[in-house]
T-cell receptor, first 115, second 112 residues
């Protein structure tokens, strides 16, 4: 089966610019996650969707980050405006159901560098 | 929210030795405990998981043990090989009012 797809793989922008990331989860997976992984740390959840509804976005910096999953399949994560500390790998993951009992499958990630 | 602590942060072993990584947690509602391996520049991938109705699970050279009373679970790798070198993360997948949380990671280095 096809895995989780993400694009772009790499992005370099200057601070205060905007950037968007795209994720296509595994077919049939209801739950989609966006994580931020700063170098040397574990993934940190930004937002979790169940179909097209938000399950949790408590750790999403909503003044600059936004995400949507309008049709319950693909998702986009946007940062506007970017800050230097946003430099990280942004990982998308999906699972059949909520992660409490289901394996999460990760995409290859998007490496963002903010200059 | 959930709190998970992972130790050690770095583990250096000789090929053939065993490696043990431990995670402690605070949420008593967790009943699924996965471990992920992340090679340099690649995505995290599940290597083994355990559910709360068992205390130990093995898959060839890797095993996971769970102590729900003490709230800790550990990853055991025996007969380590250079290709085991990677960062390993424990995770609490969340559920109910808890969000998915990953440990800070353990960088395992296996010297040939």
């Amino acid at each position: 089966e096809a895995g989780v797809a993400q694009s772009p793989r790499y992005k370099i922008i200057e601070k205060r610019q905007s950037v968007a990331f795209w994720c296509n989860p595994i077919s049939g997976h209801a739950t989609l996650y966006w994580y931020q992984q700063i170098l040397g740390q574990g993934p940190k959840l930004l937002i979790q969707f169940q179909n097209n509804g938000v399950v949790d976005d408590s750790q999403l910096p909503k003044d600059r980050f936004s995400a949507e999953r309008l049709k319950g399949v693909d998702s986009t994560l946007k940062i506007q405006p970017a800050k230097l500390e946003d430099s990280a790998v942004y990982l998308c993951a999906s699972s059949l159901g909520l992660a409490g009992n289901n394996e999460q499958f990760f995409g290859p990630g998007t490496r963002l560098t903010v200059l | 929210g959930e709190n998970v602590e992972q130790h050690p942060s770095t583990l250096s072993v000789q090929e053939g030795d065993s490696a043990v990584i431990k995670c402690t947690y605070s949420d008593s509602a967790s009943n699924y405990f996965p471990w992920y391996k992340q090679e340099l520049g690649k995505r995290p991938q599940l290597i083994i998981d355990i559910r709360s109705n068992v205390g130990e699970k093995k898959d060839q050279r890797i095993a996971v043990t769970l102590n729900k009373t003490a709230k800790h679970f550990s990853l055991h790798i025996t007969e380590t090989q250079p290709e085991d070198s990677a960062v390993y993360f424990c995770a609490l997948p969340g559920g109910g009012s808890y969000i998915p949380t990953f440990g800070r990671g353990t960088s395992l280095i296996v010297h040939p």
